[in-house]
């Protein structure tokens, strides 16, 4: 088609710079939240669409399955039960929306609750899709100190006696308790009943993103933050984007009708697709652990490359956390690493990563961070990915100064 | 769940009144674009299910299918080929832009032409959604007249020359041109090229909206406005909606790269469900014909069951003009019927259908009309429908005043 008419003119102000053509993955990519091509239950999914299309594929003629706004009843009935079974809460199905992924969760709760010029807290490392969601509605987001247990009660309590003082209350406080998303921390009971001990007393609700949690691999599964006493100020999010598929667009939020019928009322997507709520409630209800089971071992295994490379490409130039489930890897440079400067050459050789920044309150205080998701790439494709980004990097900064027993 | 934490004093300002508990379809089912249950292609779904899964489930583990942000490769190959072979314009895959239903579409191209205080022109009685949405962006949205080829040409012309001279360049002209939504018109070859004519003629970007195009029966398609010369200025939207289903959330943009990029830019939804699309790609690849020719076969008889059921009710106090495909009539009652007080009597009794004025630029312009979808009901429900529709509106308005030949 020739293109003769300039739109140019006639674009909204304030618009974001266009968006590039895409031109495919990196041969080394360990950028997002892509998952392990292997670990996508291709039969299962096949006898589980066969299965639930035949029953009722009909309903697919009507808006919403003929089962209202909230989404699937089958889905939210497995999600019932998957909350009562591993999350250590019952939430009835009509206190569940099912969303086309997290982040339209996120945004319509964003949406009810945050003006122009509120005050939000989130975890000072955290995920930059809620991040950017929360500053393009207009909130302030105030960063709260993470350790080695999560969000810090303590540095929370501060902040929260601070804004007070100065006649604030903040809408809410972002976080990711279990698996924190990028450092992979996990939220102890303690910790949690503090958290929620100090939001309540502040009148604060907490949203508790929960979406790497099926992923645990190494530990007993702490209850979620919204299982707790005294968690009626919990929403709780989730997601099947990184126990099954990205790009199926599933996640859900577990809220009171008091949000949610709030929400309902300015949704404008018409539902999630029936299709996958379909299939996925389907698959679940019978596979839910043996799926689990089966990616925890694939992706633990992608871990142990990975953590094994990394020791043997940058030595002591790099500080991490083992991670103990789920998909990403934050990992710490020394000082003389810009990683935001490390992304471009790196990418020329090929390999993709998140700077650390992006997913920073404080951008700046995260520049030698960076982020890997080792669910997509190989074994073998994980060593040589991190013996290129180790080459890059020494090029660049001069770190590491030695690296699988060789000086650069 | 108890829920002791009131919400209340956080939610955002300005926010509508909260959803209602949904509480089933009604009995007798008109209202919204609920299609034939048994028109759904159920087994063709589940071997297109089957085969797509078998060849490429495993790209699921990504975020689009491992494809771009623009939707998956089939889909829009499939698109093109629709494009080419059925509304006469022949896109490349890459001026195609999959989105989560045509409402997203309809959303998507607002966002990134309308500011607020901007001009839209649209038809007098037009989608409700889309008007709401234009509303909702801050835009005055001006009324065309429609006749019984659709949008007046001369009427067109006289709004933006009083524009022009008001120093005023509107945005964009939103038609549907093929089975006008809610009035079922068609625009003939001549109008469209007028249509095109004045809209260029101006500098305003037309914006036609295809939905329903699929399901003409009685005339053969005329082409899309994309098709024909002159159209550069022609954003053409589509969607799955009507003619296969509308809980699949699938539809799609055809335009230049150079507004899809400003797209993309703003796009929050991480893309559209990947199983949908692969699903559907594969199934109207080999069975679009077929599905389509049996699907307007059905709907036709549930017009012709609503077109008698209405003469016997109402006689000559009803107005309509026959529609030649679709799923919706546009009703016009005598003077005396406000459609907005008639709403709650009939769904007390059981009927639902969409009052005028939620479908008119001019609210109170339309409050004699109605839009009856058939498409859900089978041809009985329709039959006793419009029955106690009338006996309903003869109690409230005191018209009809006969009907199935028996005084009220």
Known sequence: MSNAFDFQALFAKGLPAPAARWNGFPKYNFVGGHNDPDGIPVEGLIASATNA???????LATYNLDGGPLGDREMREFLAWKMKTYRGFDPSPDEILVTPGSNPALLLIFDVLINRGDTVI????????????????????????????????????????????????PKL??????????TSTVMPVARRRAILDVSRKYGVPVLEDECYADLLWEQKWPPSMRAMEGSEHV?????????????LRLGYIAAPWQLLSQMLAIKYDSGTSALPQMVVADFMKAHYDDHVAALKGRLKKKRDALVEALHEQFGASA?????????????????????????????????????????????????????????????????DGVAKLAEVCHREFGVPVRSANVAR
């Open 235 to 247: 929403i709780h999010v989730g997601s099947f984007s990184k126990y099954l598929s990205p790009s």
């Open 319 to 383: 500080e991490f956390a083992v991670p103990p489930g789920g998909i990403y890897l934050w990992l710490r440079l020394p000082e003389a690493v810009d990683t935001r400067k490390l992304a471009a050459p790196a990418l020329a050789e090929g390999v993709a990563f998140n700077p650390g920044p992006e997913w920073a309150v404080d951008g700046p205080s995260a520049s030698r961070y960076l982020r890997l998701c080792y669910a997509y790439p190989d074994e073998a494709t994980i060593r």
């Open 53 to 59: 299309l035949r029953r009722r594929g009909q309903t």
């Open 173 to 182: 406080i972002y976080t990711i308790p279990t698996i924190q998303n990028p």
């Open 122 to 169: 989130a975890e000072e490392f955290t995920y930059s899709g809620a991040l950017g969601r929360m500053r393009a509605r207009g909130a302030t987001v105030v960063g709260a100190r993470l350790d080695d247990q999560g969000l810090s009660a303590d540095h929370l309590e501060e902040l929260l006696a601070a804004q007070k003082k100065a006649g604030v209350r």
